[in-house]
């Protein structure tokens, strides 16, 4: 059974930084991609970067790359989300996924989701 575990949301202050983690267990994803989402109060959940496993290649949505930085670990099978100069519309609950996506932001093609971790950034 897949699970993935994410941690490291928190409250921060508008301009801060924090870093995310996802663990992933239960089986091998050599040809998989995780990504992050997340979904703030009252909004549809949106994408927010990407990794394959296979050849460690990122994807991010319009905007983030920059201020966000994907990596992998593939022995460790983690993924991290490094979040720099926060702002208060990024606060969400952000969710680790993992899939066989044929696009990096199309959400309904991941097949495992984690259980979310709140960033919460203060203005």
């Known amino acids: 059974q897949v699970s993935l575990v994410e941690s490291g949301g928190g409250l921060v202050q508008a301009g801060g930084s924090l870093s995310l983690s996802c663990v992933a267990s239960?089986?091998?994803?050599?040809?998989?991609?995780m990504g992050w989402f997340r979904q703030a109060p009252g909004k549809e959940r949106e994408f927010v970067a990407a990794?394959?496993?296979?050849?460690?290649?990122?994807y991010y949505a319009d905007g983030q790359e920059g201020r966000f930085i994907i990596s992998l670990n593939t022995p460790k099978k983690t993924q991290y989300l490094q979040m720099n100069r926060l702002k208060p519309e990024d606060t969400a609950v952000y969710y680790c996924?993992?899939?066989?996506?044929?696009?990096?932001?199309?959400?309904?093609?991941?097949?495992?989701w984690g259980q979310g971790t709140q960033v919460t950034v203060s203005s």
């Open positions: 239960g089986r091998t994803f050599s040809n998989y991609t």
């Open positions: 990794i394959s496993f296979s050849d460690a290649v990122s």
């Open positions: 996924a993992i899939g066989d996506p044929s696009y990096a932001n199309e959400a309904k093609a991941y097949a495992y």
